[in-house]
């Protein structure tokens, strides 16, 4: 649905719905995101005996909740990190330690009091993306739930992931390309969502961390927790070196193609692939489980060419040694290498500047050197260990860190 060509006062009434979550019409659109699992037959999160309990919780986007909880288990094992997430509609959700049905999240009152009581019994719980952790209790109020947490005793941090923290109107006075100016992207909600979130995690007081690095503009006081990809599964050892004066293998995978910018780009990928020059293969529809073949057998993937920043999916394919090609900004770049002392790899191109890249690497008869530094960076700085590092300095040893007198976790403060 296009939200910019229905009338005003309908998205107003949209708007106001979501807004009103725990009245009449609130509770009646909850009802239709699915009744809940028959009761009890839903788990709550268990934790294993440890002086450091965190949950994660509740989107679990690209996986990420669930790589952060292994890579804080990795890093001490005196945590014990969990992640839920609710079930996406469609079987798109991520593994996750709890996935839980959407209709159970939403609508089962019994789940939701069971998981807060599990929450309770940790020691620090990360608040995703501005979303409350335990469904529609307490009116379904991020606030509240925090509150109730802290009274509890417990630590509560936030992590933004994307557009629940990257401001529409100064997105698009930072990037002449940003795709907020398009016009499939309803931008008043957007802002308002946005500012109510940056307003909401800013006023809390509380450690505020983002995914990528271009959400610092938004978030100044925050923490970047990269994040991570499993090295072991998306890496090509084998990988064939292309031969000579072989087409260059193109891949593009766009999740969302208005924000990839995926239209803007691909006159010149029609154009080159005419030519001979590249042998390129657009990724829609592909199970997961095959993505690390087909960056395996890619020299380069153009990544995103509006957002100005990079994701899960450009680290996949470096971690692949594939090349990543995007429209980065000199913010993004600049806070990479303050955080890890290295240079982003991706190489710099904008739908103007793609064919000059794309012909330049063509002209290369090995690739070998860029893969390896591609390689490398993911290594270093998405492998978990910044991201466990960046949790541990800035929340969980922090001066109001909560854990049990048992032991401390290695690493953090003696009390």
């Given at each position: 649905m296009n939200?910019?060509r229905?009338?005003a006062?309908?998205?107003r009434?949209i708007?106001?719905?979501?807004d ?5 019409l ?9 009744r809940p ?14 002086p450091?309990?965190?949950l ?18 990795k890093m001490?094992?005196g945590?014990s990190?969990?992640n839920m997430a ?12 709890l ?8 609508n ?10 599990a ?40 992590l933004?992931h994307?557009?629940?923290?990257r401001?529409?109107?100064r997105?698009?006075?930072g ?10 992207v ?5 802002e ?7 307003a909401?995690v800013t006023d809390s007081g ?21 994040v ?10 084998n ?9 260059l293998?193109?891949v593009?995978?766009?999740?969302v193609a ?14 080159l ?10 990724i829609?529809g592909v199970p ?10 890619a ?8 957002a100005?920043?990079?994701?899960v ?5 470096m ?28 190489l710099?191109?904008t ?12 002209a290369l008869?090995?690739l ?8 490398d ?12 590092q960046?949790?541990r ?8 860190a909560?854990?049990?007198?048992r032991?401390?976790?290695?690493g953090?403060?003696?009390?």
């Open positions: 939200r910019n229905l009338p006062w309908v998205n009434w708007d106001s719905l979501a009103a979550p725990i009245s009449v609130g509770k009646i659109a909850a009802r239709r995101l699915g699992a028959p009761l009890g037959s839903v788990p709550a999160t268990e934790f294993a005996d440890a450091m309990r965190v994660i919780a509740p989107v679990n986007y690209a996986g990420q909740g669930k790589a952060w909880a292994r890579a804080l288990e001490d094992p945590i990190a969990r609710m079930e996406v509609p469609g079987g798109f959700a991520f593994d996750a330690d996935l839980v049905p959407v209709g159970t999240y939403h089962d009152a019994d789940w939701q009091q069971r998981q807060f009581e929450a309770a019994s940790a020691t620090h719980v990360l608040i995703e993306a501005e979303e409350p952790p335990f469904g529609r209790f307490m009116g379904r109020s991020v606030a509240a739930q925090a509150a109730a947490l802290s009274a509890r005793g417990l630590s509560v941090a936030y933004a994307g557009t629940d923290a401001l529409p109107s997105h698009i006075d990037n002449p390309l940003s795709y907020y100016a398009d016009e499939a309803y931008l008043p909600r957007a308002q969502l946005a500012a109510r979130n940056i909401f509380r450690p505020v961390f983002v995914s990528t690095p271009d959400l610092l503009v938004d978030l100044p006081h925050a923490t970047w927790c990269p991570v990809v499993d090295l072991d599964r998306w890496a090509a050892p990988r064939a070196a292309r031969p000579s004066a072989a087409p293998r193109v593009h995978a766009p999740s208005a924000y990839k910018g995926t239209a803007m780009i691909m006159p010149t990928i029609e154009r692939e005419a030519e001979g020059l590249i042998e390129f293969r657009l829609q997961s489980a095959e993505m690390p073949a087909v960056f395996a057998g020299d380069v993937l153009l990544d995103q060419f509006r100005g920043s990079y994701g999916a450009a680290c996949e394919a971690a692949a040694g594939c090349l990543a090609i995007g429209q980065v900004s000199a913010q993004v770049r600049s806070a990479v290498q303050e955080a890890s002392g290295l240079e982003l790899p991706i710099e191109a739908p103007d500047s793609l064919e000059q890249v794309l012909r330049g690497l063509a008869s090995d070998s050197a860029q893969a390896t530094r591609s390689i960076f993911v290594r270093t700085v998405h492998d978990g260990r910044m991201s466990a960046a949790l300095e800035h929340w969980l040893a922090a001066p109001d909560h854990f049990d007198d032991k401390d976790p290695v953090a403060p003696s009390r």
